[in-house]
């Protein structure tokens, strides 16, 4: 089975504290994924990644970073977190292609 | 990216089928036909796709039209644990991103 891990179910931070959300994935997956899902807004795509040391903006990257430096990890970095970075936050890994993508159980952070 | 139009919600009792529709008049070419599902407090999983012909899995079947513009997933026997949103999302070949919308709000009656 194809594992997509994130770092932590629950997370509380701080206004203007640095956060990183880590994702791994088991499967040599090329592709990962981070999005964050909100009541009402549904879920929208941060950022991605085809390669290691790529990365591409999707909707809405402001405020968010990513680093890959291992195939196998994709991490996404909020440098000053702020309240209305509190979200759900979704891992997500494919392989190259129109291929069936697999999700992380998400992370709910929490910015007070 | 090119949008999918579904309905908010759709009922269904236990045991019986269910089809949940889809319209994506604007598909190209490239655009694959992707359904996922989010259970409550969980990532979204993986259901089925498809590009031109109808597919069956072991979850359950998608029935694409000829012309493209059109699918429905098909549950062919609700459970309870079937409840979840359901979406449909074209996932292109060329950006491969996919880009969710609202979804089908599927409840499933005892």
Partial sequence: DVKVTQSSRYLVKRT???????????MDHENMFWYRQDPGLGL?????????KMKEKGDIPEGYSVSREKKERFSLILESASTNQTSMYLCASREAGPYEQYFGPGT???VT | ???TTQPN???SNEEEPVHLPCNHSTISGTDYIHWYRQLPSQGPEYVIHGLTSNVNNRMASLAIAEDRKSSTLILHRATL???AVYYCIL???NTGKLIFGQGTTLQVKP
């Fill in chain 2, 9 to 11: 919600s759709m009922e």
């Fill in chain 2, 81 to 83: 644990r079937d409840a």
């Fill in chain 1, 108 to 110: 709910r952070l929490t």
């Fill in chain 1, 44 to 52: 929208r795509l941060i950022y991605f990644s085809y390669d290691v």
């Fill in chain 2, 1 to 3: 990216d090119a949008k």
């Fill in chain 1, 16 to 26: 203007g504290e640095k956060v990183f959300l880590e994702c791994v994935q088991d």
């Fill in chain 2, 91 to 93: 996932l292109s070949g």
